[in-house]
């Protein structure tokens, strides 16, 4: 059974960055469409960033031009470059599939606060 892990997580001040990883123990990355979701307290999951299975990227409102998407597919890996961090960014990360058919992982949690 695939297993996602992600990690990177943390505490952050508001405008700060963090890189969040993403590893799946098989090779269900590549030529997929992954991405990146996020659950904030009390709210639905929701899709912020992903890799369309033509290449092209696509970014929720609220996070583009602050965050960004890659792949490696040598690791297996996504990765979330999140630069300008708001208090509004906090919730947990998770990856998955677009749509989210694997299983969810843990997820990792973003902390944005002074």
């Known amino acids: 059974q695939v297993q996602l892990v992600e990690s990177g997580g943390g505490l952050v001040q508001p405008g700060g960055s963090l890189r969040l990883s993403c590893a799946a123990s098989?090779?269900?990355?590549?030529?997929?469409?992954v991405g990146w979701y996020r659950q904030a307290p009390g709210k639905e999951r929701q899709l912020v960033a992903r890799?369309?299975?033509?290449?092209?990227?696509w970014y929720s409102e609220p996070v583009k031009g602050r965050f960004t998407i890659s792949r490696d597919n040598t690791k297996n890996s996504i990765y979330l470059q999140m630069d300008g961090l708001k208090s509004e960014d906090t919730a947990v990360y998770y990856c998955?599939?677009?749509?989210?058919?694997?299983?969810w992982g843990q997820g990792t949690q973003v902390t944005v606060s002074s």
């Open positions: 998955n599939r677009y749509p989210a058919i694997l299983p």
């Open positions: 098989g090779d269900i990355f590549s030529s997929l469409s």
């Open positions: 890799f369309r299975s033509a290449g092209t990227l």
